[in-house]
């Protein structure tokens, strides 16, 4: 079963410094058919204006991920982390028994992010934060592991308290690759442009796909493309 989720069609708002829209119920918006895809419960495509930002707020309890798709983010925390990740890579904060943290667009152009919250599978944890750079080159023409917390993947990737896998592939157009799920696991994948076809739905930049009770996921693209997934117990 796929499920498009076409952008147009989401939830979100305009706030002028953030244009925000959610693929699940979040802040003013409620669906209680999108609460969320196992234990994926946010996801938000956010455009963050130039010199704006979000100030500090407190999270418990949530692995947060961010992939840069355009710009740049900084990350501010008061356990003393600050750094800044760029268009293609990722960032990761494991709340924990609680963290205050701040995420600003010090660019001169505005920056454009996924954020992505997964329910832990253990609370209670000590807070962290982390990123690293994942070059796009790296995952041209197929998908590689950038957060986790399944045994079996790259020891590289950076790590998150649940039983989630955090995976980007860049395609050109009319290249084609495979990703294969698990029995029992669920997948929601965005573009983060272009357009692809998935088992014969096709999706464009920010749409949002739904899947489970699939075993294989073939994907092409019809134009240069960047695909994000999260695949969830």
């Known amino acids: 079963m796929i499920e498009l989720r076409p952008y147009n069609q989401l939830g979100g708002d305009h706030h002028g410094w953030l244009n925000t829209r959610h693929h699940f119920s979040f802040a003013d918006y409620h669906d209680p058919a999108r609460m969320h895809w196992g234990n994926l419960r946010v996801w938000n495509d956010d455009i963050i204006a130039a010199h704006s930002g979000f100030p500090p707020h407190p999270h418990r309890n949530m692995e947060i991920i961010t992939y840069v798709r355009t710009g740049a983010i900084t990350h501010v925390d008061n356990l003393g982390n600050k750094g800044c990740t760029i268009a293609g890579d990722v960032q990761v904060m494991s709340a924990g028994t609680g963290i205050v943290h701040g995420e ?85 994948l965005v573009p983060a442009k272009g357009s692809i ?19 294989v996921l073939h994907f092409s693209a019809s134009e240069d493309s960047e695909i994000v997934l999260v695949d969830v117990a």
């Open 104 to 188: 600003y667009n010090q660019e001169d152009e505005e920056t454009r992010i996924f954020q992505i919250w997964i329910m832990p599978d253990e609370t209670g944890l000590p807070p962290s934060w982390g990123t690293r750079e994942f070059p796009r080159g790296d995952r041209a023409g197929a998908f590689v592991t950038l957060a986790s917390g399944m045994r079996d993947d790259a020891e590289d990737a950076l790590r998150i308290r649940a039983n989630a896998r955090l995976a980007a592939a860049t395609l050109n157009k009319g290249q084609s690759t495979e990703y294969h799920i698990d029995a029992g696991r669920k997948v929601y």
């Open 197 to 215: 076809e998935v088992n014969g739905v096709v999706a464009h930049a920010g749409d949002g796909l739904a899947i489970r009770d699939e075993q």
